[in-house]
Each structure stands twice: as structure tokens, then as C-alpha cells.
């Protein structure tokens, strides 16, 4: 079976630059695993491969829902594979990339999502108990069920705590069991991960992250902030409080004391904990294979290129 490379990492470490010269190299075309690059018309703040760069080589996955649309990684999986499929049924290498730790995680583990359909309607029945009593007695009905979701989700993440008590009503079976149930199957491909290493020197990766947020800037994030708040769409939607365009609204709102000053250095700060978090996602992948961050792209998706090559032949 063809070994198909997942480049990730965390946000700003150069994995795009790689993972499109890997395509090149090796006849590949490129699936995105980023939450956010699938929403069509925000493209600096999702730092999105620009119009030349998907000339290079087919790109998948980009552009693919308005915002405003609900996604999730069930979609994704499902998403991902028929790409996969597509491109490997012409001949050509999947080579995919991203930095969201689920939509990894749930490719790597062959995580399934066949929830049962009773949830669905069980959902709308709870949603309709919130919106007239609140959360808590949904949320201590959850702690009674399944003790161990409902020590992982805040009482205030409604849609998530209507989802695990929906889904364990129709099932029956608690998140672990569930957990182990999703990943009995198996990943559909021999997935490889790699990722640019910068974990000794996190700094640099901070530096990096701080120049994108100045080159975003210049290519007109603002622009774009202020276009997906002029949207009829709900300012809660995931794609309306992503980083980069939530630290816009006191700005675009008029709030006192901010300033395109502060809502930069906002974007900076928050984009630097998000690259942590990410740096602890993926220290909890297994048999992630570590690539020289001195390295160039070319020479990175050369060193991807061997490594693929000699595990096709053991």
C-alpha cells in the first residue's frame, strides 16, 4: 500500500512551503487538514495558499464551505478519505498537511464517527430544554451518565455538553467506550507523520509567528476581519472566533481603548499559546518522524521523499 505523508506541526513552522514542494517533487497534489483554511473567502488570516501557489500543484479541501457553515472532523474523515481515494485513483500522492490536532489525530487512529442517528433527535429535545430551563440540569444529568466527559467539558460549552449526554442517551455507552469503539477499524491508510522540529527552540518558532501576524497584516487581514463580521452570520460560529479575526471586534465595535496596535499584538499573544497547545497535541502522537528545522523546504521534502521511499522497501 502507498504510504501517504501527513506534514503537521505547529502553526507557522513552514510545513506548507514543505509539503508543497513534496508535491512537486514526488507527483503529489495536496489535502489540507486545517480547520480553517476550508472557509471560502478567508484567505490571509487562515494563512491560505495563494492563487499561484494552488496553480502549482491541485489542492484539496480549500474553499470548500461558506462561513457561517457548521463543520466538524466527522465531515472531515469522510472528506479526507474520497480525496484520498480521488487523487491515489489517478496515480498521483496524497500529500497532507495541516496543523489541526483532531483532524491528525482521527486520520492517524482511523477514528469512525458512526454515531447513532437517535441522537440527532435527542439533541434537538435537549437544545429545546436549554433554551427554556439552562444547562445545569442537562449538565448534572451528564456528571450522573458519563462522570468522565463531564470532567473534561465546561458546563458553559452548551453544544458540547448537549452532544455527549445526547449521544451516551442514544447509545448507551460512555465517551471511553466509545473512544475505544471508534478505533477498532483502523486507519484506511499507512499514514506517515512528520513534523518540523522546533521544540528546542520555541523562541524562533515565536519570532516566526510574529512576522506571519506583520505579513498578514500588510496583505489586509483587517480588510478581511471587518468582510466576516459584515456577514449575516452568528459572530459565534467557529470560523467568527477563529485567531486573527476575533481579536478584531473591539476594534471594529468601537470599544474604548482598543486600537489596531493592541488588537495586533492580541492576534500575537494569542496565536504564540495556540502553537503551545499544538506542541502538546502532537507530543502525544506516537511515531511522529522529526524534521531539521534548518533544513530548506526543498531539502525537507527531499528528506520526506527518502524516508518514504525506504519504508516502501522494508
Given at each position: 500500500m502507498t504510504r501517504i505523508p501527513i506534514i503537521t506541526g505547529p502553526t507557522g513552522s513552514g510545513k506548507s512551503a514543505s509539503a508543497l514542494k513534496l508535491c512537486e517533487l514526488m507527483g503529489g497534489e495536496l489535502i489540507s487538514c486545517d480547520s480553517m483554511q476550508i472557509y471560502k473567502?478567508?484567505?490571509?488570516?487562515?494563512?491560505?495558499?495563494?492563487?499561484?501557489?494552488?496553480?502549482?500543484?491541485?489542492?484539496?479541501?480549500?474553499?470548500?464551505?461558506?462561513?457561517?457553515?457548521?463543520?466538524?472532523?466527522?465531515?472531515?474523515?469522510?472528506?479526507?478519505?474520497?480525496?484520498?481515494?480521488?487523487?491515489?485513483?489517478?496515480?498521483?500522492?496524497?500529500?497532507?498537511?495541516?496543523?489541526?490536532?483532531?483532524?491528525?489525530?482521527?486520520?492517524?487512529?482511523?477514528?469512525?464517527?458512526?454515531?447513532?442517528?437517535?441522537?440527532?433527535?435527542?439533541?434537538?429535545?435537549?437544545?429545546?430544554?436549554?433554551?427554556?430551563?439552562?444547562?445545569?440540569?442537562?449538565?448534572?444529568?451528564?456528571?450522573?451518565?458519563?462522570?468522565?466527559?463531564?470532567?473534561?467539558?465546561?458546563?458553559?460549552?452548551?453544544?458540547?455538553?448537549?452532544?455527549?449526554?445526547?449521544?451516551?442517551?442514544?447509545?448507551?455507552?460512555?465517551?471511553t467506550q466509545r473512544n475505544i469503539d471508534s478505533v477498532k477499524k483502523g486507519p484506511d491508510h499507512p499514514f506517515v507523520l512528520f513534523e518540523i522540529d522546533y521544540e528546542d527552540n520555541r523562541s524562533l518558532l515565536y519570532d516566526r509567528i510574529n512576522l506571519r501576524v506583520d505579513k498578514m497584516i500588510c496583505d489586509g487581514l483587517e480588510k478581511e476581519a471587518r468582510y466576516l463580521y459584515s456577514l449575516p452570520i452568528d459572530r459565534k460560529s467557529t470560523c467568527c472566533q477563529a485567531i486573527g479575526y476575533k481579536e478584531f471586534l473591539p476594534l471594529i465595535d468601537g470599544e474604548a481603548g482598543s486600537s489596531l496596535e493592541r488588537t495586533i499584538y492580541e492576534i500575537k499573544l494569542n496565536t504564540r499559546h495556540f502553537a503551545k497547545r499544538q506542541f502538546t497535541w502532537f507530543r502525544h502522537i506516537n511515531d511522529i518522524v522529526k524534521i531539521d528545522r534548518e533544513l530548506s523546504p526543498d531539502e525537507q521534502a527531499s528528506f520526506i521523499c527518502r524516508y518514504l521511499c525506504e519504508k516502501c522497501t522494508t
Open positions: 473567502g478567508l484567505d490571509v488570516g487562515t494563512a491560505k495558499p495563494t492563487k499561484e501557489e494552488q496553480a502549482l500543484v491541485p489542492h484539496h479541501l480549500i474553499d470548500i464551505i461558506e462561513p457561517g457553515q457548521n463543520y466538524n472532523v466527522s465531515m472531515f474523515v469522510s472528506d479526507c478519505g474520497k480525496a484520498i481515494e480521488d487523487v491515489l485513483q489517478r496515480g498521483k500522492l496524497p500529500v497532507l498537511c495541516g496543523g489541526t490536532g483532531q483532524y491528525v489525530s482521527a486520520l492517524k487512529d482511523g477514528i469512525s464517527f458512526e454515531d447513532d442517528p437517535r441522537s440527532e433527535a435527542i439533541s434537538r429535545e435537549l437544545y429545546a430544554e436549554y433554551n427554556e430551563h439552562g444547562i445545569d440540569d442537562i449538565y448534572r444529568r451528564l456528571e450522573a451518565a458519563d462522570p468522565e466527559a463531564a470532567s473534561k467539558i465546561h458546563p458553559n460549552n452548551t453544544r458540547r455538553v448537549i452532544r455527549a449526554l445526547s449521544v451516551f442517551e442514544a447509545t448507551g455507552k460512555t465517551k
